[in-house]
């Protein structure tokens, strides 16, 4: 598996990663090695085998309806870049 | 009375129990080795200060007979662990600066145990690699040196790489570490102690930064068997703020040691031994079968034959979980902005600034491997080939009671080795990445030194939630291995 | 009736199928223990799990999860005993942690069923593809600095259930008729409250258009959170003609998320939803599957109200209403329970009468609501028996409830007070009459003669002679009697 510079770039916008132009080939060039490398998996016979996405072997443990969080707007914004301003977080305008 | 930073964490309680030594003492010993260690590159963030103050309330609550059951034991602590009031970086620029306003539940649970923190412990980024070079504030030395060469920087392994060094060469008592693919064990064994991972669930992960959830596992490092034990008894328990967090009871896990392992069944995987395994490693392994058959116990072949698939399988779970996980760092609530014109520039300039190279390399890949029309090839096919290496384990454990393997496939090498070829540098987790797909516990211990003067780990892979079986056999090779080798210490740092 | 839209190629028949996203009624968030009321100060009621603070984990409220199983029951839909959380990865300033905990591929509910009742009288079964839940996202608000965007994270994390219909819909109207049902189900539930101000209830329509008769699917546009029914209908509407013009003029319509403009009654492209999203979906690592017990779910579907259809059944069985009626009265549940309190032990017709009549004119002269009724349901049954026994005549009764409004007395109460009894004593009404007829001989010549219409002028005349007071069947019958003399 082999990727080209425009699907680096494009999975680089994906993840909000400004990757500069010079970079893309050496970065495409090492993603591809690392595609290469996982290649291997594709010989596993995985017929009828089901996904595992934890190895918790239990259910989903669920919590009671009741408010015991929030509350704290200060300590919410504390680390804001910046600071916060009138009580919100700020990021350049969105034009929806 | 010997200097108290190379003291045992067993011994030093009963030191503090018997008043022959108080909190202040000790917690002083350690940030006076801490400053003459700092050539290392161990600590990101030291906190003499409230190591102290916190020693103080330590020896208050013994006067009272109100102590902890580790009480006025110094600990560094890995820097993944958010702090409360501490500056926690997870060593990435895209952190710097970030004070949480909580605590982990861990070193919660470490405080409540008495504990004092000495500082928060370097690592790579987001605990991503291994070899504790990818960190953005420097690379940790390992306090350990080639007979050969003195002067070569060894990496202590990573991503835990301040806390093995740490421990290692006495900046710390005891430290915690995580582990996602070896993180706790390939140090502990490039630095010469004892680390568990302890099974899934064990730990909570509440208040530590993710790097792939369905792996991530806190732990202890520290200079022996026992010293684990305690320290995982005060880590671990059911947190109901991690849905992953085990419902079960711990254990007093220090009753497990010194049991007897004759009748064991130690499982001795053949797929642990590729052509052209390093001799030393494959000689250091040899000699723990035969420690383990001496103490009484049967080594058992068994065949793992789903690990070759285990690296690419991580390798694309991992990243994946990755991708999503540091989504958040995006430079609007905490850490690091770099302003933009619109909020698209914001997030790709803030975090093109924040993320260093292997971090950057793992969100790309991830984001790759889960995007439209790869799902299936990469992740769905990663995550049965988990469940195939997962199956594995449960059939082997249906024969034997614990697997020994090496830790990792060579000794710690020099920093800037290995750094040319991402995947060369993923090989170092070949040994410990399956255990981490299956959720198992596993140990690594100190078995011998090498040719050229450098530790080799073994490590020890138990049922789930049987770190009472992982430590007993533990504690057995420790006897047997009798390591008594200590780095020197401060050879590059000149103290 | 089918509902086309007339081009100049031909007729264009529609395609639409609607997302709604219900706030589910609950006192915390889906996976923290923030608070969800609405109206709060910014940022107020946010914990870190919400704002996405590193090493932040999620843990599932019970009662989202049960209020999913309950609205999921509502809809006669499959309930999914293992369902799983799945992460939708995307950047968006009031989605903190960069992507919504939401369900994908395993929902909590599958397919389900909902019925419209139509203006003409006719019923449809709409069908109903899942209903999953998920987290909302903060707010931004773009008006309140010239260049700077404003986060507030206090809805970030509430629960919402997402309920995805079957492009089963075909007109504007349908699309209201669905989206008016679903608030009333929901609300019956007590799931959510319905409120589309302030947002507890959001749209998204999915438009498409095709030549009348066939049955391709053509490429569709969404249409994102649309807050009232009207501009929900004003959409589509919008949507459909845009279709058939680009269609007709030999344009291809692009698959897009596109905005409504209430105040030009347009919808446009959204700039921000530019770039083709690819939401790269996997099971959420923080979480494992939702296992539910089946006698969870029993014990919820025991507990389900009556709900609107069911009662609209019983109301035009039990009660003889018609189909109409009933629906009216069956949209709100505290409507339904106020007509059944009326009608109890009552003439359920007449009930119905004066719920629907002067009790909701009284409403919306009032501004009162049902909750808060200007007249007690109990008062109004006292009303209508004073109608039965013949106190009272139904003309004397709207006079009686008018001064019901304006005191908040009982009737009978009033009816005593002002002397409203109705004259029942025949010979007072005889009296009445033969004054009435004394005085107009030459009117009752005519009837006499055989013109029978100038009877209810006299009918009228008596009752105004007795102030309104006179029995109107006994005036019938006696003036009829006396002209027969």
């Known amino acids: ?96 | 009375m010997s200097d108290p930073t190379t003291l045992g964490i067993a011994d030093a309680l009963r030191l503090l129990a018997d008043g022959e030594i108080s909190a202040v003492e000790l917690t002083r010993a350690h940030i006076e080795r801490m400053e003459a260690g700092r050539a290392l590159n161990a600590f990101i963030t030291e906190t003499p200060d409230l190591a102290l103050a916190q020693a103080k309330e330590s020896d208050t609550r013994r006067t009272r007979g109100e102590e902890g059951r580790l009480d006025g034991i110094p600990l560094g602590i890995k820097d993944l662990f958010c702090t409360e009031g501490v500056q926690t970086s997870a060593a990435s620029a895209i952190l710097k600066g970030f004070v949480p306003p909580y605590e982990s539940t861990v070193t919660a649970n470490l405080k409540a145990a008495g504990t004092v923190m000495l500082g928060k412990l370097n690592l790579d980024e987001f605990a991503m690699g291994s070899a504790n070079v990818t960190s953005h504030f420097g690379p940790v030395e390992n306090p350990w040196k080639r007979r050969s060469d003195k002067n070569a920087k060894l990496v202590p392994g990573g991503s835990s790489g301040g806390s093995a060094a740490a421990v290692a060469s006495g900046l710390c008592m005891g430290a915690t570490g995580t582990d996602t693919g070896g993180s706790i064990r390939q140090p502990a064994s490039f630095c010469g102690i004892v680390g568990i991972k302890p099974t899934y669930g064990r730990c909570s992960r509440f208040g530590v930064v993710a790097f792939a959830s369905s792996l991530d596992q806190p732990g202890p490092m520290a200079r022996s068997v026992e010293d684990c034990a305690l320290l995982l008894g005060a880590m671990a328990g059911h947190d109901s703020k991690d849905s992953t967090s085990a419902p079960m009871a711990v254990p007093d896990f220090t009753k497990a040691l010194g049991g007897s392992v004759k009748g064991l069944k130690v499982g001795i995987p053949t797929e642990y031994r590729p052509d052209g395994l390093n001799a030393e490693v494959a000689a250091i392994w040899d000699r723990g079968v035969e420690w383990l058959k001496e103490a009484g116990a049967e080594p058992v072949s068994i065949s793992l034959p789903a690990t070759r698939y285990a690296l690419p399988a991580y390798y694309i779970i991992a990243p994946a979980e990755c991708s999503s996980n540091l989504a958040r760092y995006d430079g609007v609530r905490f850490g690091l902005r770099v302003e933009g014109a619109t909020l698209d520039d914001l997030y790709r300039e803030t975090r093109a600034a924040g993320f260093g190279a292997e971090v950057r390399r793992r969100i790309l890949i991830g984001t790759y491997v889960l995007s439209a029309g790869y799902y299936d090839a990469y992740y769905n096919k990663a995550q049965k080939v988990r469940r195939l290496i997962a199956d594995d384990f449960a059939r082997a454990f249906q024969n034997v009671d614990v697997i020994l393997t090496p830790t990792a496939p060579s000794a710690a090498f020099g920093i800037g080795e290995k750094s040319d070829d991402p995947v060369t540098m993923w090989l170092n987790d070949i040994f410990t990445i399956p255990a981490s797909l299956a959720g198992l516990p596993g140990l690594s211990l100190p078995a011998g030194l090498n040719q050229d003067g450098l530790p080799l780990g073994l490590q020890l892979i138990g049922r789930p939630f049987d770190e009472e079986t992982v430590f007993r056999v533990a504690a057995a090779m420790e006897k047997a291995a009798d390591f008594t080798a200590k780095p020197d210490l401060f050879a590059a740092g000149g103290a | 009736m089918t509902y086309l839209i007339e081009g100049e190629t031909g007729e264009w028949e529609l395609v639409i199928g609607l997302e709604v996203h219900a706030q589910v009624v609950s006192n915390a968030k889906l996976f923290s223990g923030a608070a969800t009321r609405f109206g709060a100060e910014p940022n107020s009621q946010v914990s870190f799990i919400d704002a996405g603070f590193p090493g932040m984990l999620p843990v599932i409220n019970r009662v989202c999860v049960e209020q999913a199983v309950r609205t999921g029951l509502g809809l006669k839909a499959k309930i999914n005993l293992t369902s799983v959380f799945a992460r939708k990865n995307y950047f968006y300033a009031d989605l903190p942690q960069g992507y919504q905990i939401s369900q994908y591929e395993q929902p909590i509910v599958g397919n389900g069923t909902l019925t419209i009742d139509l203006a003409d009288g006719t019923s449809k079964v709409i069908g109903i593809e899942r209903l999953h839940l998920e987290q909302d996202a903060g707010k931004s608000m773009h008006d309140q600095h010239p260049t700077r965007s404003y986060i507030d994270l206090n809805r970030s994390g509430v629960a919402l259930m997402e309920i995805v219909s079957k492009p089963d819909l075909r007109s504007p109207e349908e699309a209201g008729a669905y989206i008016a049902k679903l608030r009333s189900i929901l609300r019956y539930l007590g799931t959510c409250d319905g409120n589309m101000q302030e947002g507890s209830l959001r749209c998204d329509a999915n438009v498409s258009v095709r030549p009348k008769g066939s049955d391709e699917l053509r490429t569709r546009c969404e249409i994102k959170n649309v807050n009232s029914i009207r501009f929900v209908q004003q959409a589509i509407e919008y949507e459909a003609r845009r279709h058939v013009e680009v269609y007709e003029s030999g344009g291809t319509i692009d698959q897009e998320t596109r905005l409504f403009d209430s105040s030009k009654g347009e919808t446009r492209s959204m700039r921000s939803k530019e770039h083709a999203h690819d939401y790269r979906y996997f099971p959420d690592p923080d979480l494992l599957p939702l296992v539910l017990d089946p006698a969870m779910v029993e014990e919820i579907g025991r507990s389900l109200p009556e709900l609107p259809d069911e009662k609209k059944d019983r109301f035009v069985h039990e009660y003889g209403l018609s189909a109409y009626d009933a629906g009216v009265l069956v949209a709100e549940q505290a409507s339904a329970d106020f007509f059944e309190t009326v009608a109890k032990g009552r003439d359920s017709k007449l009930a119905a009468n004066w719920v629907m009549g002067d009790f909701f004119g009284a409403l919306n002269a009032t501004g009162r609501t049902v909750e808060d009724p200007p007249v007690s349901a109990a008062d109004l049954g006292a009303l209508i028996d004073l109608i039965k026994d013949g106190t009272l005549s139904g003309r004397l009764a709207k006079d009686v409830f008018a001064l019901m409004l304006e005191t908040g007395k009982a009737p009978a109460v009033l009816v005593e007070e002002k002397g409203l009894r109705q004259v029942t004593d025949t010979s007072a009404i005889e009296a009445a009459i033969d004054q009435v007829m004394a005085a107009n001989p030459d009117k009752v010549a005519e009837i006499k003669g055989g013109k029978d219409k100038l009877m209810g002028w006299f009918v009228g005349q008596v009752m105004k002679a007795t102030q309104g007071k006179a029995n109107p069947a006994m005036v019938n019958e006696l003036l009829a009697n006396k002209m027969k003399d």
């Open chain 1, 1 to 96: 598996m082999s990727l080209d510079r425009t699907t680096v770039r494009a999975i680089a916008n994906l993840a909000r990663i400004a990757v500069p132009d010079e970079d893309l080939d050496h970065l495409a060039g090492e993603l591809s090695n690392i595609l290469t490398f996982v290649e291997d998996l594709s010989s596993a016979d995985t017929d009828g085998i089901e996904p595992m996405s934890s190895v918790a072997a239990m259910s989903l443990p669920m919590r009671d309806d009741v408010v015991t969080d929030g509350g704290y707007a200060d300590k919410v914004l504390a680390n804001a870049p910046g600071g916060a301003t009138e009580g919100f977080f700020t990021v350049p305008k969105v034009v929806e």
